[in-house]
């Protein structure tokens, strides 16, 4: 759950790696493995520890970099958990989709019709708003994230780490504020468009929106480790600490420990725990047609200029240029302590995704778009 505008940068390059220190996939040379430099680059940046994981129908790659735990020498785990931010908004504009496959829903309902007297107040309003334009982040509803004490200072995450949230409830804070513009006439990214999709989903398909992302994507991809926790903080299975310095400017790598979370403040918008493989699974099974039909496809992969984030964006998914020419689908996604950044050709035919956890550096952001980029250059 995360602006995206801070960390969404154009695919650089001119990086230069360190030599190789971590560990790497048996059937790539350690010595000139790029996979591992790649991973190496982004850990210099200031990141405690770096994973990435790239799929193709020729090969398939892993890399890591740095420790699971500051002050320890215990390495990346395998295959490890994370959470994945705003990359859960791919999951959430996926379930709609198929519901408008269905014929429950349209695009074009607007949200006052699900949600009826939810959207209202200082400009607020519902009646004029659709489904499409919370997707796209084209409502002018206005964001959540600077409410939720937990995300935005030490003192707030200690406090509230633990706190539940309804979606509702979380709805009812961001009415506080007046819209960012009328509907339909800007961009701008907001966490609460996907809360209320979430809600929308509930009310459309009869069940939560937890039940129905396990349900339509978790389990028919076989995705064995990722979950949509509903409140639980913790993350289950191996993983490594997550750490956030919370812009105080200490100069430490790590700040604090922000592990322990209770997710309900993200839910459908970045919720969602899961793996490098499983990420690759999914936007390879999206892209590749395996989840929505053609038309709904197109409809998610039909962008627009998204000025504040130098990239064009459809419906839960960014488009970003490669740097040896032409475009990849993907999203970026941060959540305390932990960043990532996923992209998938359009065939769906290979796929990237890395983490890293701290808040890393100015060139963290940077170093993660350009191993996506060149990872799925190499098939060009």
């Known amino acids: 759950m995360t602006s995206l505008a801070a960390v969404v940068l154009a695919a650089s390059t001119g990086l230069t790696a360190a030599a190789s220190t971590g560990l790497t996939h048996a059937a790539r040379p350690r010595q000139a493995d790029p996979l591992q430099q790649e991973v190496d680059a982004i850990h210099d940046t200031g990141a405690v520890g770096v994973s990435a994981e790239v799929t193709s129908p020729d090969a398939d790659g892993t890399a890591r970099a740095g420790t699971a735990e500051a002050g320890t ?130 009310k459309a398909a009869g069940g939560s929106w937890a039940d129905e992302v396990k349900d339509r994507i978790i389990r028919p991809l076989g995705m064995e480790h990722t979950s949509a926790p509903d409140t639980f903080p913790f993350i289950r299975g191996p993983h490594a600490r997550g750490y956030a310095a919370f812009g105080t400017g200490t100069g430490t790598r790590t700040g604090i420990d922000v592990t322990t979370l209770d997710p309900s403040m993200a839910v459908g918008s970045g919720s969602i725990i899961s793996t490098t493989h499983d990420l690759n699974r999914f936007y390879a099974a999206l892209l590749g047609g395996r989840l929505l039909d053609p038309a709904r496809l197109d409809e998610m992969t039909t962008t627009m200029t998204a000025p504040e984030l130098g990239v064009a964006y459809g419906l839960g998914i960014a488009e970003i240029e490669l740097p040896c020419g032409g475009s990849y689908f993907g999203h970026v996604g941060e959540l305390l302590g932990y960043r990532m950044w996923s992209g998938v050709t359009r065939d769906g035919s290979r796929s990237a995704v890395v983490y890293a956890t701290g808040d890393g550096g100015k060139d963290t952001g940077k170093a993660m778009s350009a191993l996506v980029g060149q990872e799925l250059c190499r098939t060009r």
């Open 73 to 202: 020498e215990r390495p990346m785990p395998r295959d490890g958990r994370f959470r994945i931010g705003s990359a859960t908004k791919t999951f959430t504009a996926t379930v709609v989709l198929q519901l408008v496959e269905e014929g429950r829903m349209s695009l074009e309902d607007t949200v006052e019709r699900w949600l009826p007297g939810v959207v209202e107040g200082k400009g607020n309003d519902g009646r004029k708003i659709s489904v499409r334009q919370l997707l796209q982040h084209t409502s002018g509803i206005p964001d959540i994230k600077a409410d939720i004490p937990a995300l935005n200072s030490a003192k707030g995450y200690r406090a509230e780490r633990f706190r539940t949230y309804a979606p509702g409830e979380l709805v009812a804070m961001a009415m506080r504020h007046g819209r960012t513009f009328p509907p339909g006439k800007g961009w701008s990214y907001s966490n609460t468009n996907y809360i209320l999709a979430a809600m929308i989903i509930e």
